[in-house]
């Protein structure tokens, strides 16, 4: 069974630049999660998506936001990129948000804006 | 509010010798605990789990922890470090009822192991 995966795998963006991340859950997962880990911070709880609905968000600006597919996979968009953007963006994803379930990580999208 | 705090970003062991690394949360509910391993430019791997009964939990390579309700903690221990141990380790605590499994995650501890 394939694991999640993330793509690009690395990106270098400039301040004010748009960005795309992407995940593809593991197959018959439908809730897909977003995490940030960036220096000095930690891990940060970004977005959830289940059956292509956004569920919950953290503390984060609007200029981050995705999507869910039909298909399950997802889709990072952070607008106006700052310097502080800068991290590892991790995507998980989870059988069914219903009940307890694991989730399962990717192996991430580091970015780094100049 | 959930939290996560694990006490020492560093921890420096010798092959051979006990690793033990602490983790306390609070919750409001009773929380499902998990540690997991990152390794240089990698994604996150579940080490352990507790959710529900037996309070001592064993993981893979060797790793366990002990889920103590009266302190609050989730230690994760493995008698005898290896060279491979060397990763970054996390802590995390869920609530299945107030956030769908969203993860809370502690700052980390940077494991280094001396041959």
């Known amino acids: 069974e394939a694991g999640v995966t993330q793509s690009p795998t690395h990106l270098i963006k400039t301040r004010g630049q748009q960005v795309t991340l992407r995940c593809s859950p593991i197959?018959?997962?439908?809730?897909v999660y977003w995490y940030q880990q960036a220096l000095g911070l930690g891990l940060q709880f970004l977005l959830w998506?289940?059956?292509?609905?956004?569920?919950n968000r953290g503390n984060f600006p609007p200029r981050f936001s995705g999507r869910q597919f039909p298909n399950y996979s997802s889709e990072l968009n952070v607008n106006a990129l700052e310097l502080e953007d800068s991290a590892l963006y991790l995507c998980?994803?989870?059988?069914?948000?219903?009940?307890?379930?694991?989730?399962?990580f990717g192996p991430g999208t580091r970015l780094t804006v100049l | 509010a959930q939290s996560v705090t694990q006490l020492g970003s560093h921890v420096s062991v010798s092959e051979g010798a006990l690793v033990l690394l602490r983790c306390n949360y609070s919750?409001?509910?009773?929380?499902?605990l998990f540690w997991y391993v990152q390794y240089p430019n990698q994604g996150l791997q579940l080490l352990l789990k507790?959710?529900?009964?037996?309070?001592l939990v064993k993981g893979i390579n060797g790793f366990e922890a002990e889920f103590k309700k009266s302190e609050t903690s989730f230690h994760l221990t493995k008698p005898s470090a290896h060279m491979s141990d060397a990763a970054e380790y996390f802590c995390?605590?869920?609530?299945?009822?107030?956030?769908?499994?969203?993860?809370?995650f502690g700052g980390g501890t940077r494991v280094l192991v001396k041959p």
């Open positions: 197959s018959g997962h439908t809730s």
């Open positions: 998506y289940d059956e292509g609905e956004e569920r």
């Open positions: 995390a605590v869920s609530d299945l009822k107030a956030a769908g499994n969203k993860l809370t």
């Open positions: 507790y959710t529900t009964g037996a309070t």
């Open positions: 998980a994803s989870m059988r069914s948000a219903s009940s307890y379930n694991e989730q399962f």
């Open positions: 919750s409001s509910v009773p929380p499902y």
